[in-house]
């Protein structure tokens, strides 16, 4: 069956070191991922997707995340958090028939 | 820049009351999806439409929720009766739908409060 894996429930940064958020999925075919961010109150906003060709995929607001298919892995990384990152942040698999299956989030709190 | 609308942004009702949410998609957009997220957790898909047809209804709990889509534009989403643990907000999103590669547009979603 099909799954996605955010291992960490909760992490905490000091604006400006780096970030790096885990997922692992779980799917037998060439997987559609997706990382989407949801501040207090917003709704959910895409940062970035990958479907083929490189691996390594640019987002806004200066995110990017590496697909790797040995791991089953879609990390997501910013080389400096600002406060304005805090969030809870979502990876997503979408499967080639158009299921949807969200990962169960992880929350990011930014210190100064 | 084109949004997905909902309403209501929140809605307080009780329990064994009828509720009703709208969603208005992205216009052209094909696909429809209702999701229900409960606190803390990530978004769980309830319902897919594909223009008026449902394509996944499989955690629908269909002895008190129903969704349509009758034009295969605007959406309604109904709980009757509602319970306690209905208590989530409520998620639309749309994509032009087609081989899995397009990206979901959320709408604001609706937070139900059930007493």
């Known amino acids: 069956a099909q799954s996605v894996t955010q291992p960490d429930i909760h992490i905490t940064v000091s604006e400006g070191a780096s970030l790096e958020l885990r997922c692992n999925y779980s799917?037998?075919?060439?997987?559609?991922l997706f990382w989407y961010v949801q501040s207090p109150g917003q709704g959910l906003q895409l940062l970035l997707k990958y479907f083929s060709g490189d691996t390594l995929v640019q987002g806004i607001k200066g995110f990017e995340a590496e697909f790797k298919r040995s791991q089953s892995s879609f990390n997501l990384r910013k080389p400096s958090v600002h406060w304005s990152d805090a969030a809870e942040y979502f990876c997503v698999l979408k499967t080639s028939y158009d299921k949807v299956i969200f990962g169960p989030g992880t929350s990011l709190s930014v210190i100064p | 820049e084109a949004e997905v609308a909902q309403s209501p942004r929140y809605k307080i009702t009780e329990k064994s009351q009828a509720v009703a949410f709208w969603c208005d998609p992205i216009s052209g957009h094909a696909t429809l999806y209702w999701y229900r997220q409960i606190l803390g957790q990530g978004p769980e898909l309830l319902v897919q439409f594909q223009d008026e047809s449902v394509v996944d209804d499989s955690q629908l709990p269909k002895d008190r929720f129903s969704a349509e889509r009758l034009k295969g534009v605007d959406s309604t989403l109904k709980i009757q009766p509602a319970e306690l643990g209905d208590s989530a907000m409520y998620l639309c999103?749309?994509?032009?739908?087609?081989?899995?590669?397009?990206?979901?547009?959320f709408g604001p979603g609706t937070r139900l409060l059930v007493l």
């Open positions: 799917y037998g075919a060439t997987p559609y």
């Open positions: 999103a749309s994509s032009t739908g087609g081989n899995g590669q397009e990206t979901q547009y």
